[in-house]
């Protein structure tokens, strides 16, 4: 059954750092899909595409709301992509979903677009 499973989430202070991963079975064609992260923190009304990348050339896609404090990257051979999140702040707490879809990724795009879905990690950012 395909699927996609994160992990790496937890509590940490503001100002921290944080490595989630999201690895992807078998059954997903990884390679020329795009992998997402999605965030729906406790006040958010849906879940919000944060971060993206295209596995066939590496493109990626940010939300503007990071200031270039996350960087999404992949393992191909290990079907796996990275969410690195630096410079935490209480405003990142939330639950942090992976997401695939095959086909390239066009700018960041609602979760109806995407066919895969992992069940989230939970990242906790204290002041």
């Known amino acids: 059954q395909a699927r996609l499973v994160e992990s790496g989430g937890g509590s940490v202070q503001a100002g921290g750092s944080l490595r989630l991963s999201c690895a992807a079975s078998s059954d997903i064609p990884f390679f020329g899909s795009c992998l997402a992260w999605f965030r729906q923190t406790p006040t958010g009304k849906e879940r919000e595409e944060i971060a993206?990348?295209?596995?066939?050339?590496?493109?990626?896609y940010y939300a503007d709301s990071l200031k270039g404090r996350f960087t999404v990257s992949q393992d191909n051979p290990a079907n796996r992509v990275y969410l690195d999140m630096t410079r935490l702040e209480p405003e990142d707490t939330g639950m942090y979903f992976c997401?695939?879809?095959?086909?390239?990724?066009?700018?960041?795009?609602?979760?109806?677009?995407?066919?895969?879905w992992g069940q989230g990690t939970q990242v906790t950012v204290s002041s």
């Open positions: 993206a990348i295209y596995t066939g050339d590496d493109t990626t």
């Open positions: 997401a695939a879809r095959v086909g390239g990724c066009f700018g960041l795009q609602p979760p109806t677009k995407y066919d895969y």
